[in-house]
Structure formats: structure tokens, C-alpha cells
């Protein structure tokens, strides 16, 4: 069993940065595909980005390339998501996830086995 911890989450203004991560606890991290997934009141929840367990494949959602930045620590059992450029559309929570497919960084939230509770981030226009 894995649990999913996020933290980091905050209010920025809009053009700020901010980084969030997400630890793992188990002893099978190393073993999982990561992703963050982002949800905005009324929307349904979203594929931001995503990186495969050994780190060597990354994914992005279009509206997030270029500004956000998936990596992952295996030694620490942490993935981050450093988010740069903030825009007012990027408040959401978000919620970190993990995949049992190792060589797959899916778009798909069903591919993904554990969550965490998530955190809010709120950027400010």
C-alpha cells in the first residue's frame, strides 16, 4: 500500500511561482509512475503532468507546457511539480497520484491506483 502526502500549496499572484510536492510512504515508489492532476470548483479533474518511475519519460498537459515542471526524488520518495508563469486558471487543487504502470505516464485519471488528498493552490489576478 502506498499513502500520498501533498504539501506546498498556497495563494500566488498571478506570474508567481510555486513548487508542490508529494511524499510517498511504502516501500514501492520507485516502482510507480507519478502524476499530478489539478481539480477547479465545477470542473472535473484534470492530467497536468506526469513522469514514469524512473524518471526518463515526462508528460504535460498543453496548457501547462513550458510554465510547469514534473521531476521526482526516488531516494526521498517525493515528486514535485514546480509551476512557473501562474495564471488565474491555474487555481485548482491539486492532487498528486500514482500508477502501478511504470513506463506510462497516462493522462487518465482511472490509470492511477493511489491519491492523495490534495492541495490548494490559488492564484491571485
Known amino acids: 500500500q502506498v499513502q500520498l502526502v501533498e504539501s506546498g500549496g498556497g495563494l500566488v499572484q498571478a506570474g508567481g511561482s510555486l513548487r508542490v510536492s508529494c511524499a510517498a510512504s511504502?516501500?514501492?515508489?520507485?516502482?510507480?509512475?507519478m502524476a499530478w492532476f489539478r481539480q477547479a470548483p465545477g470542473n472535473e479533474r484534470e492530467f497536468v503532468a506526469g513522469v514514469t518511475s524512473n524518471g526518463g519519460r515526462t508528460s504535460y498537459a498543453d496548457s501547462v507546457k513550458g510554465r510547469f515542471t514534473i521531476s521526482r526524488d526516488n531516494a526521498k520518495n517525493t515528486v514535485y511539480l514546480q509551476m512557473n508563469s501562474l495564471k488565474a486558471e491555474d487555481t485548482a487543487v491539486y492532487y498528486c497520484?500514482?500508477?502501478?504502470?511504470?513506463?506510462?505516464?497516462?493522462?487518465?485519471?482511472?490509470?492511477?491506483?493511489?491519491w492523495g488528498q490534495g492541495t490548494q493552490v490559488t492564484v491571485s489576478s
Open positions: 511504502g516501500r514501492t515508489f520507485n516502482t510507480l509512475t
Open positions: 497520484a500514482g500508477s502501478a504502470n511504470r513506463y506510462l505516464a497516462s493522462s487518465y485519471s482511472t490509470n492511477y491506483n493511489y
